[in-house]
């Protein structure tokens, strides 16, 4: 379906981990976005797979309609259903596109698999300003970090990936060594802004290309913690605020390092970041600088738009629609990609 269309509506599911959403955008705008994040997995420091899928089985009927709702519309005005195909939790990821190809079905409209990576970085085309092509995205959740060079709205290349942990998992492992709770990052980030960011020395890592490594910053901090623990077992209790605020520093150190790097040899001025850990006010405010620093012009988009949400997927969507890029209901969810 080429022709234009003056009135595409679309509804978009997302169920890759523990956040259960749903949103309906018409032509590019949101209507409604709505998020259900599983409470269930912080008791166990991390996301019990078959608890989250569980999870997405009661509440996707739920925030589907509120969704729906909110938007002020029924399903009868839906022109496509969108789902997340991965990369994700499998067993997540097939209630989100089981309950999406159900709909397909029913409302006989078309189906739409969206790959939530290129979602993420398709959250910068629901903001006011947007970046203009090519334009370098880092990606940076708790399943990804990524320096990814964009040249169409869909149109994307990775060149650069963590060949370890993701920068979230990096602050939230960090976290739970200090008997922080999970997720750990937004709590890393409030207590570093108390505490001194060059107090402690942990490395930064610096890997072929672009890539990058968060494996030796918690093997480092681990074995910090013990020694001093050995001399002071009330060390980490006393000194919380310049541990988070020396690991931030490093993480953050760490991303910027190769951004900067990518951004000089591709000739590239037009900076942006996306995922959770785009939240970090360290990240954010360096950000800035880099780009006052390097004539960037610099590009987050807003918070409900950064961690996992529908929206991003319904605005991917939406130019799939356009290109009449479809899914057929025998497309099988990927658990994995690049991370
Ligand atoms: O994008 P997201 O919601 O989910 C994934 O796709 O993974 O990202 C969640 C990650 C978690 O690791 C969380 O700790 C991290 O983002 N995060 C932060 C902050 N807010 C969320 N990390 C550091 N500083 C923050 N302020
Ligand atoms: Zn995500």
């Known amino acids: 379906m080429t022709q234009k269309q003056d009135t595409i509506t679309l509804l978009a599911i997302e169920s890759s981990c523990d956040d259960t959403a749903a949103a309906v955008i018409r032509n590019r705008k949101i209507l409604a976005n709505i998020v259900s994040s599983q409470e269930i997995h912080k008791q166990y420091g991390g996301v019990i797979p078959e608890l989250a899928g569980r999870a997405h089985q009661q509440n996707i009927l739920r925030v589907t309609g509120t969704a729906l709702e909110k938007a002020g519309i029924t399903l009868g005005d839906i022109d496509g259903i969108a789902y997340t195909k991965g990369p994700g939790l ?40 947007q970046p203009s092509f090519p334009f370098l995205n880092l990606l940076v ?21 963590t060949t370890d942990d993701a ?47 968060f494996s030796g910053l918690k093997t480092s ?62 990240l954010r405010s360096e950000l800035r600088r880099l780009g006052m620093e390097n004539n960037w012009n610099t590009y987050i988009p807003a918070f409900e738009y950064c961690t996992d949400n529908a929206a991003m997927i319904a605005i991917a969507a939406h130019y799939e629609y356009e290109a009449g890029h479809f899914s057929s209901l025998s497309e099988v969810p990927f658990a994995r990609g690049n991370h």
């Open 90 to 129: 499998m067993g997540s990821l097939l209630v989100g596109s089981q309950f999406a190809k159900g709909l397909s079905m029913a409302l006989d409209k078309p189906l739409i698999g969206i790959d939530h990576l290129q979602a993420h970085v398709a959250a910068h085309y629901l903001g006011d300003k």
């Open 141 to 161: 959740s708790g399943g990804h970090t990524q320096i990814i060079k964009v040249t169409a709205p869909l149109e994307m290349e990775i060149i650069g990936s």
């Open 167 to 213: 920068a979230g998992e990096a602050f939230d492992k960090s976290a739970k060594m200090l008997g922080l709770p999970y997720p750990g990052g937004p709590l890393v980030d409030k207590y570093a802004e108390e505490g001194d960011p060059l107090a402690f020395t942990f490395p930064v890592a610096r890997m072929n290309g672009y890539d990058f490594s």
């Open 221 to 282: 901090l681990l074995y910090f913690l013990q020694k001093q623990v050995r001399i002071d077992p009330d060390f980490i209790k006393k000194r919380m605020n310049d541990i988070c605020a020396s690991m931030r520093f490093t993480i953050v150190k760490t991303l910027l390092n190769n951004l900067e790097r990518a951004a000089r040899d591709h000739g590239i001025k037009e900076i942006g970041i996306a995922g959770g850990v785009s939240a970090n006010r360290l």
